[in-house]
């Protein structure tokens, strides 16, 4: 069964950093490229940060660039997403998310939500002004 756990999500104030991260099991690293999605109540979702199975490559949205750095560890089965310079419109749910790809490249990055099998049960992040 595959599971992620968001973890370390919070309140901040703008200007500040906050580190997310999220635990997966049940699936083989070597298989998967992982990604953060966020999401504001009854609204749809947005593409954040996504990164490939190796963790060599990664992709951002443009309103989060030079801010916000997106990892994984292997060995630890965890994915991060490093949050600097915080905003208030940053204020949201955020989602990590799976796609099971085995036979995709070790490069590729997934920035389309739909690709996406598995997600988290999402962690707020508040950045107050």
């Known amino acids: 069964q595959v599971q992620l756990a968001e973890l370390w999500g919070g309140w901040v104030q703008a200007g500040g950093s906050l580190r997310v991260s999220c635990a997966a099991s049940?699936?083989?690293?070597?298989?998967?490229?992982m990604g953060w999605l966020r999401q504001a109540l009854v609204k749809e979702l947005h593409f954040v940060a996504a990164?490939?199975?190796?963790?060599?490559?990664?992709s951002y949205a443009d309103y989060v660039k030079g801010r916000f750095n997106i990892s994984r560890d292997n060995a630890k089965n965890t994915l991060y997403l490093q949050m600097n310079s915080l905003k208030p419109e940053d204020t949201d749910v955020y989602y990590c998310?799976?796609?099971?790809?085995?036979?995709?490249?070790?490069?590729?990055?997934?920035?389309?939500?739909?690709?996406?099998?598995?997600w988290g049960q999402g962690t707020q992040v508040t950045v107050s002004s």
């Open positions: 990164i490939s199975k190796s963790g060599g490559s990664t």
């Open positions: 049940g699936l083989p690293p070597s298989s998967y490229a």
């Open positions: 998310a799976a796609d099971n790809a085995p036979k995709a490249p070790p490069w590729k990055v997934v920035t389309t939500i739909s690709e996406y099998d598995y």
